[in-house]
């Protein structure tokens, strides 16, 4: 209770709820109704005591237990005491009938199947004068009707009954009892109206019975005060939902609109949830309070903000989008960051369905790129370059625009990836320096390489982004005349990058310099002009492709523009490794022999299959490779029944320092390989130090264990590269374990 | 109907919780904070309607205390606005100007006011002078 245990409690509930002093009892079905609930298995022990107490000669005790069993009921007690309950909904008190009215209300809602008992008694308590046991009557009746189609059938026949109260009601003068601010027992009145609207749904002679009256509370009803309002809230609510006639629609409508232009923000509010509903249906209606509407976007209230921009966004068509789309930006520049999202996709929806013209379409979404770059969908990248395609003549003009946003802010991602993308498709446009539609700006190739370079470096830019900005670069390489050495350096440097995706990238269009120079210009001409809902926009060259995520390093997709020295020797090894991966990564060699990205893709490999490395003190060493000065010995030892640690010890005897030294290695295709760092790749002459690595073997099915080892370095200026294969392991028996 | 009524000053202590629908103990602690947190930050430029979860919450502020009634979302907000107002004023007669601490020392009492007006999740008597008649005779 209100955070704190209370368990202590309730066997004394049970307890004075037993006792038959009132005061007594009155505390204990208090504690019942604030401790139990239907999950406490208490609560059975007072099924008992209610149904005593609902029989009770005195209607104060009746009401507490009516209270206790309207509160905390559960199923099963609602389905004992039900039939009691229906004894007092016809006994002659009306203060046990408001209550017992209520608690069936809540039998109902817990137990559907006991909603027919009920259904006769509600019926008859609609003649009674005393507006609380109407008031729960009318309540009984819609939770009834609501549940139970065949009930609805029944009630409708009390529509004019209901009619006739609500007359009464309305028509009646000052009655001090439950008057509300000049109102009659608005409540009432409110909940009859939800009657109504339930009874009249779908149905034409009922809808008929109401309108008249429907009418009289409209124009009847003072709403001045929120009492006023609050009747003709649900008075609309009502019209709106059964068939009416049209002149009623109107008025409701209309109804709507004053409550607009109410001051009180929660009308207007109420206002706009309502025309929400109704903006599919009574479109040219709604249209009428635009202007409001577009007013209210600049409230200070977050919820009426939300409101106002749906029902703006509902409210755009053909012939007012222009104006509607200057007050929606205003808006986004100036929304709270939740909205944001919302606004900028029910912007571009509302652009592409009523653009006027491709160059408008065109500036808007860069307006919303530049101003709420941050929260606009993936999808719209590939949506605004497939629509810039489109616009053939509008090439110019967008990538001059694209270029100068560019130079603005980088901040923003799908802007900077648009424009890159741009610039990099028609950057000689962008050179050429004409354009009709915009003044053109003299903008020299250095200009925009260092605008490509400054979004590559920046560490704004997402991975995505970056890849965007060096495709673009390359695909420059064909526009420009003077620059493409600059461009080489740029994709070379990137031939070593960290982000694999990017590496991969820069590899590739490296090799497009070097070795398929030929093919470069084909490889890198204008894109086709993308179809319209082609799902993915796939593209027949995978170089133009914008990617968006970054893949997982897929040591086997090597494109065949891939064709390195050191893979070929790869692929030798592949031969016998066959088709297992693991030992392959600890020699990536995805880039040329720059250690730094090998070592590197190495350590994190290894990283993630780490064992500890054991003391080799007491393996014996066997000396398995001694040329040109370099000796690499190997000894092992055994760390349980199918794991083996080798380590390879290489030293350098020659006069010259070694650097760049890599051992890889390869095992058979049953056995796992984890190579660990080595503790250094540089080989000082003369042996000064050596450099050790450490290996662990996996061989589970216990195959004749061998082991091929390729050593490369780089000696006075040189490269190096040997292989050397192990069939005997020191510390092993000859079988081989 | 109504979820839960809830009073809580501006501190955040609950005066008084009436539950209409099943909750967990840490469910009902939670509730109670999200309310508190939702409401307190709102002034007089927002309106008295607060989308919460699947509900929504109709709350005024009476000096230092916030009465929160929480509903679905198809309730007339205006007429349970209306609602608490009512309330409120029965429990000022009833407590001849009522402040926080009434509330706190005669705490069953209040309860008893609220079973009186609103059960089973609904508005049940909404005229004053017939509540206060009843109160005074028990």
Redesign the interface.
């Known amino acids: 209770m209100?955070?704190y245990p209370a368990h202590f409690g309730q066997m004394e509930c049970v307890r004075m709820i037993a006792s038959p002093r009132y005061s007594e009892k009155?505390?204990g079905y208090?504690g019942a109704?604030?401790l139990l609930?239907?999950?406490q298995d208490a609560s059975l022990l007072i099924t008992n005591s209610i149904k005593n107490d609902l029989s009770h000669s005195n209607q104060?005790v009746q009401s507490l237990a009516l209270?206790t069993l309207?509160?905390m009921g559960s199923a099963e007690m609602c389905r004992d005491l039900a039939p009691e309950i229906d004894r007092l909904l016809r006994a002659s008190n009306s203060?046990i009938k408001?209550?017992a009215a209520?608690?069936a209300?809540?039998i109902v809602?817990k137990v559907q199947d006991l909603g027919e008992l009920f259904a006769p008694a509600a019926r008859s308590l609609l003649s009674e004068k005393n507006?609380?046991v109407l008031?729960?009557a009318v309540?009984l009746i819609t939770e009834l009707c609501e549940r139970n189609p065949e009930t609805l059938e029944r009630f409708r026949k009390t529509v004019p009954d209901l009619v006739q109260i609500m007359k009464g009601l309305v028509i009646s003068g000052y009655s001090?009892?439950?008057d509300?601010a000049g109102i009659s027992?608005?409540?009432?009145q409110?909940r009859i109206l939800?009657l109504l609207r339930i009874l009249g749904r779908n149905n034409e002679a009922a809808s008929d019975a109401m309108n008249d009256l429907l009418a009289q509370v409209a124009t009847n009803t003072d709403s001045t005060k929120?009492?006023g309002?609050?009747v003709l809230?649900?008075t609309v609510?009502t019209v709106l939902d059964i068939k009416s006639e049209s002149g009623l629609r109107v008025l409701a409508v209309n109804i709507l609109g004053r409550f607009l232009l109410n001051n009180d923000?929660?009308?207007r509010?109420?206002a706009m949830t309502s025309l929400q509903r109704i903006v599919g249906t009574d479109h040219n209606a709604v249209q009428r309070h635009r202007g409001t509407i577009v007013d209210c976007l600049k409230d200070?209230?977050?919820?009426?903000k939300r409101r106002a921009l749906e029902l703006s966004l509902a409210l755009v068509s053909a012939s007012n989008i222009r104006s509607m789309m200057k007050e929606l930006l205003l808006f986004l520049s100036s929304c709270p960051p939740e909205l944001r999202a919302q606004a900028a996709s029910g912007i571009f929806y509302a652009a592409e369905r009523y653009a006027p013209s491709q160059r408008w379409h065109i500036d808007t979404i860069l307006h919303v790129l530049t101003t709420a770059g941050g929260d606009v969908r993936d999808e719209t990248v590939p949506n605004l370059i497939q629509l810039i395609t489109n616009a053939s003549e509008l090439h110019c003009y967008t990538v001059h625009k694209l270029y100068r946003a560019l130079l603005n802010d980088i901040s923003q991602q799908s802007l900077v990836q648009v424009a890159c993308w741009c610039i990099g498709e028609y950057g000689d446009l962008l050179l050429r320096g004409e354009c009709h539609e915009t003044e053109p700006a003299q903008v020299t190739e250095d200009d925009v390489l260092d605008a490509l370079e400054t979004v590559l470096q920046s560490h704004m830019s997402s991975p995505a982004t970056r890849g965007f900005a060096l495709t673009s670069t390359m695909k420059l390489s064909t526009r420009i005349t003077d620059n493409v050495d600059r461009i080489r350096s740029i994709v070379s440097i990137y031939g070593s990058c960290i982000d694999v995706e990017l590496q991969q990238r820069a590899v590739e269009y490296n090799a497009l310099f070097k070795k398929y120079d030929h093919m470069r210009a084909a490889v890198l001409e204008r894109m086709p002009v993308i179809e319209k809902n082609s799902p993915g926009h796939t593209n027949g060259e995978s170089a133009g492709e914008p990617m968006k995520e970054i893949q997982p390093p897929k040591v086997k997709q090597r494109e065949p523009l891939l064709p390195q020295q050191p893979a070929n020797q790869v692929c030798d090894l592949l031969g016998l490794l066959g088709g297992s991966e693991e030992p392959l990564q600890p020699s990536p060699a995805p880039g040329l022999s720059l250690n730094t990205a090998s070592t590197a893709g190495g350590d994190l490999l290894d990283l993630l299959g780490g064992l500890e490395p054991t003391p080799p003190a007491p393996a014996p060493t066997v000396t398995v490779y001694e040329k040109d000065g370099v000796t690499l010995t190997l000894s092992c030892e055994k760390q349980s029944d199918s794991v083996l640690t080798v380590t390879l010890t290489a030293s350098n005897s020659t006069d010259s320092d070694m650097s760049s030294f890599t051992l890889q290695a390869a095992v058979p295709k049953s056995v796992q390989l984890h190579m660990k760092a080595p503790s250094g790749d540089f080989l000082p002459a003369r042996g000064a130090a050596k450099v050790t690595q450490l290996v662990v073997l996996n061989n589970p099915n216990k195959v004749n264990l061998k082991m091929r080892i390729r050593v490369s370095y780089t000696s006075q200026g040189s490269a190096f590269q040997d292989t050397v294969q192990i069939d005997s392991f020191p510390g092993l028996s000859a079988a081989g374990h | 109907?109504i979820r839960f009524i809830l009073i809580q000053n501006r501190a955040g202590k609950?005066r008084l919780?009436k539950?209409?629908m099943?909750f967990?103990?840490d469910e009902?602690?939670k509730l109670?904070e999200e309310v508190h947190a939702v409401v307190t930050v709102r002034d007089a430029?927002?309106?008295?309607?607060?989308?919460f979860r699947n509900f929504k919450i109709i709350y005024r502020r009476y000096a230092g205390l916030y009465f929160c009634i929480c509903v679905d979302v198809t309730d007339?907000?205006?007429?349970y606005?209306?609602?608490i107002h009512?309330f409120v004023e029965v429990l000022n007669e009833y407590f001849h100007n009522v402040c926080e601490l009434d509330l706190v020392f005669n705490f069953?009492k209040v309860?008893t006011v609220v079973?009186e007006m609103f059960?089973?999740?609904?508005?049940?008597?909404?005229?004053q002078?017939?509540v206060l008649k009843?109160l005074l005779?028990?």
């Open positions: 209100l955070g009155r505390v208090l109704m604030m609930d239907e999950k104060y209270c309207a509160c203060y408001k209550k209520l608690c209300v809540h809602r507006h609380g008031h729960g309540v001090p009892e439950h509300v027992d608005p409540f009432l409110v939800r929120t009492v309002n609050a809230y649900e609510l923000r929660n009308i509010y109420i200070q209230d977050a919820s009426v | 109907m609950t919780a539950w209409y099943q967990d103990d009902k602690q109670i430029k927002h309106t008295n309607f607060v989308e007339n907000n205006l007429a606005l209306e609602g009512n069953y309860y079973d059960l089973a999740g609904e508005i049940r008597e909404t005229s002078t017939k009843q005779m028990l």
